[in-house]
Structures are given as C-alpha cells and as structure tokens.
C-alpha cells in the first residue's frame, strides 16, 4: 500500500514547475504586456483565469486564504484589461519559455514526466475540486514541456482542492489556516503575513481565534493538540493527493518520481522560485532520485 509521504514528495518535485507561472520574470512581463500592473492584480488574474469572470466571491472562497478585500482589488476590473482566453495563453507562453530556460527542452525525460503527469491529471478524482476542474477542462497542449506545465498545475490544484475540504472538515477558515501554518514554522510570518493581507490586528484575531480552541499558546506557539491537528492536516491533504496518482502502477509512479527530480533541480537552480513559499515546499530531498 502507497504511503501518504509518496503524495508529499511527489508534491515537492510538481509544484516548483507550476509555481514559475506566479515568480518568474517571463511571466511577469507577459501579464505586464497585457496590461497588468502590479504583482496581485496578473496573479489573481491568472490563477482564476479557467474560472472564467466569476465573481470575486468565487475566488476567494476557492483560493481559501485570501480576504475577500484583498481579491477585490484585482476583481473583477482584471477582466476590462484582458480577457481570460488572453490571459491563459499569456501564462501558459511564459511559464514554457521559463522552463526552455532553465534548460528543459523536449527530451526524453521531459516527455517521459509529462506523458506520466497527463495520465495521472487525466484520471485524478474531480468531484468537490472545482479549480482543478476549471483547469482540467483546458485543452491539453501537445508540446511536451507545454504538457509538463499543465499537468503540473492540474496536480498541484487538484491537491489544493483537497487540502481546503481538509481544512474546511476541521474548522480551520482560510484566515486561520496562514497563521496555523506561520506558527506550526512551515513558512515564516514576516512572508506570509503581508503577502495574504494581515495588518497587526487581523493577525493577533487569528491568533485568539486558535488559542479560544487551545490549539495555541498565550505565547503565540503550537500547543500539543495545535501540533497534532496540524499532522491530522497535512496527513489527510497527502492521503487525499495521493489517489491523483492511482492510474499509474508503481513502476510507472517510479519512473514519474526519478523523471521529476532532475527537472524540479533546475528549476530550483533557476532561482526564481524563492525558497520561502506559501506552499511550504520541502528542498531537503531533491537528492534522492528514487521513490
């Protein structure tokens, strides 16, 4: 039986090749030429962008972690600028030259990960995962880092989807969940709290929110039912993402694995991946070629 950790590890080699839509120069640039200004305004832009022209009550309920301010501002004004076909064309463009980049090119080990990543974004379970389903409906490009990228993100969206009916089953709002994460030391407070939108105030009523069910300290640290509802977390996420993967035999999962590892190396190599996230990434084990 496949461990939970598999759907981790798998993780930490998909989501630097997505992430290069949001960090990257070339991306940046691409949303910039069609009119966005500011970091927020492409990102919201893009990443919602399978969505088409929701509302932006949509998004923040799908995204989870933003207050609903914070989408406002980008939307829905992000759509008198480009429309959403226009901005997926422009990500999907600019994350592929990034990659070329980097040095990826249509190699074996390139069509190898992505033939495998497309077999297993295919099949994932989409009931209840409504951004995967978004992205899942795009048509699928043919150029094979094209194709790595896209399954790429249908994997890592499909795992967010999980990871927020998680959170959601365990009572933990959107809000909650970044200072959850901040305290538990998966990514520092001085990254997340500007990048979600906390003033001292908005931060400090999470805390008190997460210390009323002691799952924090007065002191501001995990208590021991704070770590272990934290664990439950991050288990049930990995056990969820895990099942995205269930079309692909062990040997073909072995193969994705040690297709990735080299891929996932030069995009960290790259450097505009930076090594504090909000998805928490884990770089420690990118030596290990084998699943």
Request: charged share 20%; net charge neutral; proline share 7%.
């Given at each position: 039986m496949r461990q939970p950790r598999v759907a981790r590890r798998l993780f930490d080699r998909l989501e630097p090749v997505h992430a290069v839509t949001y960090f990257a120069p070339e991306s940046r640039a691409a949303l910039g030429e069609l009119g966005y200004r500011g970091f927020w305004s492409g990102y919201f832009a893009a990443r919602s962008a399978p969505?088409?022209?929701?509302?932006?009550?949509?998004?923040?309920?799908?995204?989870?972690?933003?207050?609903?301010?914070?989408?406002?501002?980008?939307?829905?004004?992000?759509?008198?600028?480009?429309?959403?076909?226009?901005?997926?064309?422009?990500?999907?463009?600019?994350?592929?030259?990034?990659?070329?980049?980097?040095?990826?090119?249509?190699?074996?080990?390139?069509?190898?990960?992505?033939?495998?990543?497309?077999?297993?974004?295919?099949?994932?379970?989409?009931?209840?995962?409504?951004?995967?389903?978004?992205?899942?409906?795009?048509?699928?490009?043919?150029?094979?880092?094209?194709?790595?990228?896209?399954?790429?993100?249908?994997?890592?969206?499909?795992?967010?989807?999980?990871?927020?009916?998680?959170?959601?089953?365990?009572?933990?709002?959107?809000?909650?969940?970044?200072?959850?994460?901040?305290?538990?030391?998966?990514?520092?407070?001085?990254?997340?709290?500007?990048?979600?939108?906390?003033?001292e105030d908005d931060w400090q009523e999470q805390l008190d929110g997460l210390a009323a069910r002691g799952l924090v300290d007065a002191g501001g640290s995990l208590t021991s039912a704070g770590a272990d509802l934290k664990a439950q977390i991050e288990d049930s996420t990995d056990r969820l993402a895990l099942r995205a993967f269930d079309a692909l035999d062990d040997r073909q999962l072995g193969t994705l694995f040690a297709a990735l590892t080299p891929l996932t190396r030069l995009v960290v190599a790259g450097g505009d991946v930076p090594a504090a996230t909000p998805m928490g990434l884990n770089r420690d084990e990118l030596d290990d070629d084998a699943l």
């Open positions: 969505l088409g022209p929701v509302p932006p009550e949509v998004v923040a309920a799908l995204f989870y972690n933003f207050s609903l301010r914070q989408v406002h501002k980008a939307l829905p004004a992000a759509w008198e600028i480009a429309t959403p076909a226009a901005v997926l064309a422009a990500r999907q463009d600019a994350a592929v030259a990034t990659l070329r980049r980097y040095g990826m090119t249509d190699d074996e080990t390139v069509r190898t990960a992505a033939d495998l990543a497309e077999i297993a974004a295919r099949s994932a379970p989409m009931h209840g995962r409504a951004l995967f389903a978004a992205n899942a409906a795009l048509p699928w490009p043919e150029e094979p880092v094209a194709k790595l990228w896209h399954a790429t993100t249908l994997l890592r969206e499909q795992r967010g989807d999980g990871h927020v009916a998680v959170l959601a089953a365990h009572g933990i709002g959107g809000r909650e969940s970044n200072v959850l994460h901040a305290v538990a030391g998966r990514v520092p407070r001085e990254m997340i709290a500007p990048s979600r939108d906390y003033d």
